[in-house]
């Protein structure tokens, strides 16, 4: 575990999220390598939720705190590594459980039925992020089956700073075991999907890829077709400068030609771009997408919310910048994120065509105190415009501080 202490952070929740190339323990037998990486977080936050009036100007303030994991859960990885025939194979299981308890007796855990009611909440399970195979070689690229991580919003959150940190939405922590960091404001939750995608071999620093993915049934009871997803880079080194351009895509139709669907047919389409690029110890983000039925990405979840259920499409768009610089073993953030959506899916109370605007802003300190730990604090403003009625609008403001292991 040799790698630089500057970079550790977001090479090591990178290695998290992707394939746990970084190992904490390894072995090899009978022609196949093992290795075991992870990562645990724990947190306290406090958190001040105002909603306004904007019709009198009344407002209502709470306040509460939170033990809480951050934008990761805890995270195991198990990954098989060998070779064959001339292919790189490779499978990778993890697991995600995480410490976070909405139990009404103190230290039992969420889902233990306390209350009586004799129901278990599904979220006391363990996440299964990665449950993949994938081979190929250099030369011809990768074919990848399984679950994983998704192509579209794949780099933009690899690259959020609060990726390690807790971010805005904090409140979401339990029952999830996770914020949303700056999901919801300025991208879109990219997820762990069913696919099957291609990889084609890296040609000085240019990849793409491509895949099928298992379709959401956002308009109705019928889907045809698979999802598609793709994505393309270009990543550049220097002696003083280096960096990543990126492009995705994410498309998906419904036939919806059967009874109780609203509509004949339906489709949803986004786009994005990306650019991150680093001078010396400062490194900048820029990106954007833009989404027609792809669901309201306010809330983050793609396709969820794609249309009003009589063909009119959510219009969604969204922007994020990053700004972070390095002090020795600190790295200090400043992050912007907005997004919109206008137009298609109805929310309680609002209008035929609401509007609904989130933005939020992240300042956070990220101290490597070794090789293995590192120590965050963030602070985390955030504004929602007609999140649910359009008289009110509502702000949110959460410090948080913690730590983050990964080994």
């Not at 390598?33 to 019709?55: C, H, K, P």
């Not at 709470?62 to 990954?79: A, C, D, K, Q, R």
């Not at 003083?240 to 059967?258: D, R």
Request: aromatic share 12%.
């Amino acid at each position: 575990m040799n790698h630089n202490q500057t970079v550790r952070p977001l090479l090591f929740a990178m290695l998290a999220s992707l394939s746990g190339a970084s190992q904490a323990v390894s072995f090899t037998h009978n022609d196949i390598t093992l290795d075991i990486n992870g990562t645990i977080n724990g947190f306290y936050v406090n958190r001040e939720a105002q909603s306004i009036n904007r019709a009198t100007g009344a407002s209502t303030t709470t306040n509460n705190s939170e033990l809480t994991n951050g934008l990761l859960p805890g995270w195991i990885n198990f990954v098989a590594t060998t070779q064959a025939n001339g292919q790189d194979i490779k499978a990778h299981f993890s697991f995600a459980p995480g410490i976070n308890n909405n139990s009404q007796t103190v230290g039992l855990p969420i889902g233990n039925n306390a209350g009586g009611a004799g129901t278990t909440n599904p979220y006391s399970q363990i996440d299964t992020r990665n449950v993949y195979f994938q081979f190929g070689n250099s030369s011809w690229g990768t074919l990848k089956f399984g679950r994983d991580i998704g192509l579209f919003g794949q780099n933009i959150i690899l690259s959020d700073m609060t990726l390690i940190g807790v971010g805005g939405t904090s409140n979401a922590g339990i029952p999830y075991n996770t914020t949303f960091g700056m999901i919801g404001h300025g991208y879109m939750y990219t997820g762990f999907q069913p696919q099957i995608t291609y990889t084609t071999p890296n040609l000085n620093g240019l990849q793409a890829a491509i895949g099928i993915f298992q379709p959401s049934k956002f308009a109705g009871d019928e889907t045809k077709a698979p999802g598609i997803q793709g994505m393309a880079s270009y990543d550049w080194k220097g002696s003083s400068a280096s960096g990543k351009l990126w492009t995705g895509f994410v498309s998906q139709t419904t036939s919806c030609s059967v009874s109780p669907c609203s509509t004949s047919s339906f489709s949803a389409n986004g786009f994005e771009l990306g650019a991150k690029a680093g001078f010396g110890n400062f490194e900048a983000v820029a990106y954007a997408f833009t989404g027609s039925g792809l669901g309201l990405s306010t809330v983050g979840a793609q396709f969820y919310g794609g249309s009003n259920g009589a063909g009119n499409k959510t219009d969604s768009d969204g922007y994020f910048l990053q700004g972070t610089y390095k002090f020795g073993d600190t790295k200090v953030g400043l992050n912007y994120g907005e997004n919109k959506d206008k137009n298609g899916y109805v929310l309680t109370g609002a209008s035929p065509m609401n509007s609904i605007k989130n933005r939020a802003y992240t300042l956070g300190v990220y101290h490597s105190l070794n090789k293995f730990i590192t120590l965050v604090g963030e602070f985390n403003d955030e504004k929602v415009t007609n999140v649910s009625d359009t008289n009110y609008d509502n702000k949110n403001r959460t410090l948080s501080f913690g730590g983050i292991i990964f080994f």
